[in-house]
């Protein structure tokens, strides 16, 4: 499987402003987030995000006095840079609010997971307090398993 989805056609793409996308790169990240454990749309979604970041650090770096000086119809040149840059733009804030809501998800997890740890870790005090091995074993595996979870979500 590896070497399917490393060594597919190796195709480079223009997509815009002469930035190159190059099949093998992108299939790397496909593959990382497989190992990952994550599925083929979430890897999707990321390779648009990071093909729109880079696209949008392209058109920063565009330099917009050479190009005007370069085109025999300025104003058509400029109207054309600006709305790839509001194109761009356009989404990219899409993605940062899907980013900001995952994020927000991933926070309310986390946090949701700190105070079961918390009352894990407490319950296990407690026990050792009462002598109670069954308790603290438990309580024990429950604190390891919501400080995993938090882990995870903070990651």
Known sequence: MIGNVL?????TQDVSHGFLINELSYNVIKLHLNIAGKNIEIANYEGE???T????EELTKTDVITLLDLSTDKEQALNKYLADCYQELQVGGVISI???????LLQTDMQSCIVDKNLSDKAYFDAIDNYDQTTMKSSLTDSIKYEN?????RI
């Open 149 to 153: 979870c938090s882990t995870e979500n």
């Open 7 to 11: 060594f597919e056609t190796q195709v």
């Open 98 to 104: 899907s980013i900001k809501q995952e994020m927000s």
């Open 49 to 51: 995000s990071l093909s």
């Open 53 to 56: 970041i880079k696209r949008l």
